[in-house]
């Protein structure tokens, strides 16, 4: 066979992008799969996003990550949407198809693939903390996924309102806001609770979810986007309690599965992924 050293690129645009862990858990799967593949991690000024997609399609890269700040700016630099990118409003994923640049987001469809082995989230009743970009990904996504009722819980009341009121108007799905006063109580016909926000996250990992602990019922389902570290506070008390507990990094590894399919069409082994993951946070 004649060599090849020209090498498929993917990767991620962001800034600040130096700490973003991605590249570990994506080449080691390109690695894993005998994939001559590169995942690069590009810091880009907002004011080189155009330049920057120009230059990716200049060099057919197969497609590429945006993080902060650009996943609501790269939009205007794209060719189209997917379905739930356009909901939401925001890309973290950008795909070559032919010669088109789509955007696509794999962070709520990344959090849902990581509870199907729990529970299908098809008619179930969701507590969701945040309203944030992650949570916006995953209500959305836990909506078009069959989801029947949200209730958001967030500290900043626009916010909150912006997020029910997209899931009440663009999905099938019912959304209530709840201002978020002293440790909010899980009622007891819930079936998912999940933290979108970003409290524990390293540094300040002792940092308390203000939830009353003792309404976390046996068989509940209590899923944390923090990927690091993993264990939280609230994974361990849920654990504890007797819940299914899903942490951030399944989260995590699935949008990156899910990048990494849409880019090169194989199936990556997500625990190969995840053990990349594991191996940087250090836990
Ligand atoms: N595992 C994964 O794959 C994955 C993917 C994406 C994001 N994430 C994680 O998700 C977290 C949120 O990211 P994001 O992009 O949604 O951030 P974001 O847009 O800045 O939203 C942050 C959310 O957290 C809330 N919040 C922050 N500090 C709080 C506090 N002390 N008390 C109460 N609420 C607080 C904010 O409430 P207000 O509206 O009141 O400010 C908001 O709802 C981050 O930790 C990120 O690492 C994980």
Same mark, same amino acid.
């Given at each position: 066979? +004649?060599?090849?050293?020209?090498?498929?690129?993917?990767?991620?645009?962001?800034?600040?992008?130096?700490?973003?862990?991605?590249?570990?858990?994506?080449?080691?799967?390109?690695?894993?799969?005998?994939?001559?593949?590169?995942?690069?991690?590009?810091?880009?000024?907002?004011?080189? &996003?155009?330049?920057?997609?120009?230059?990716?399609?200049? %060099?057919?890269? +197969?497609?590429?990550?945006?993080?902060?700040?650009?996943?609501?700016?790269?939009?205007?630099?794209?060719?189209?949407?997917?379905?739930?990118?356009?909901?939401?409003?925001?890309?973290?994923?950008?795909? /070559?198809?032919?010669?088109? &640049?789509?955007?696509?987001?794999?962070?709520?469809?990344?959090?849902?693939?990581?509870?199907?082995?729990?529970?299908?989230?098809?008619?179930?009743?969701?507590?969701?903390?945040?309203?944030?970009?992650?949570?916006?990904?995953?209500?959305?996504? %836990?909506?078009?996924?069959?989801?029947?009722?949200?209730?958001?819980?967030? /500290?900043?009341?626009?916010?909150? /309102?912006?997020?029910?009121?997209? #899931?009440?108007?663009?999905?099938?799905?019912?959304?209530?806001?709840?201002?978020?006063?002293?440790?909010?109580?899980?009622?007891?016909?819930?079936?998912?609770?999940?933290?979108?926000?970003?409290?524990?996250?390293?540094?300040?990992?002792?940092?308390?979810?203000? #939830?009353?602990?003792?309404?976390?019922?046996?068989? #509940?389902?209590?899923?944390?986007?923090?990927?690091?570290?993993?264990?939280?506070?609230?994974?361990?008390?849920?654990?504890?309690?007797?819940?299914?507990?899903?942490?951030?990094?399944? %989260?995590?590894?699935?949008?990156?599965? &899910?990048?990494?399919?849409?880019?090169?069409?194989?199936?990556?082994?997500?625990?190969?992924?995840? /053990?990349?993951?594991?191996?940087?946070?250090?836990?």
């Amino acid at each position: 066979m +004649a060599p090849n050293f020209k090498q498929e690129l993917t990767a991620c645009f962001g800034k600040p992008v130096a700490e973003n862990p991605t590249q570990a858990m994506i080449e080691a799967a390109y690695r894993h799969h005998g994939l001559a593949w590169r995942y690069l991690t590009i810091e880009v000024d907002p004011a080189g &996003l155009g330049d920057a997609v120009r230059g990716a399609r200049a %060099m057919r890269f +197969a497609g590429f990550n945006c993080t902060i700040p650009h996943k609501v700016a790269v939009i205007e630099h794209l060719d189209g949407l997917g379905e739930s990118a356009a909901l939401m409003g925001a890309v973290n994923c950008v795909v /070559r198809r032919g010669n088109q &640049l789509i955007g696509e987001n794999t962070d709520g469809k990344g959090f849902v693939e990581s509870l199907r082995p729990l529970t299908d989230p098809a008619g179930k009743k969701v507590i969701l903390f945040g309203a944030g970009g992650a949570a916006r990904a995953i209500g959305v996504e %836990m909506a078009l996924a069959g989801a029947e009722r949200f209730t958001v819980v967030n /500290r900043g009341e626009q916010r909150g /309102r912006e997020l029910t009121s997209l #899931l009440n108007e663009k999905t099938s799905a019912r959304a209530e806001h709840v201002p978020w006063r002293g440790d909010y109580r899980v009622p007891a016909d819930a079936d998912i609770v999940i933290n979108a926000t970003s409290i524990g996250l390293f540094p300040d990992v002792d940092a308390r979810l203000a #939830l009353d602990v003792e309404t976390l019922r046996p068989g #509940l389902v209590v899923a944390d986007v923090i990927p690091n570290p993993p264990r939280t506070r609230l994974v361990r008390e849920a654990e504890w309690r007797g819940c299914k507990v899903i942490d951030g990094l399944g %989260m995590l590894v699935n949008q990156g599965v &899910l990048g990494i399919k849409y880019w090169t069409g194989i199936d990556p082994d997500p625990g190969v992924m995840r /053990r990349a993951l594991v191996q940087v946070f250090g836990h």
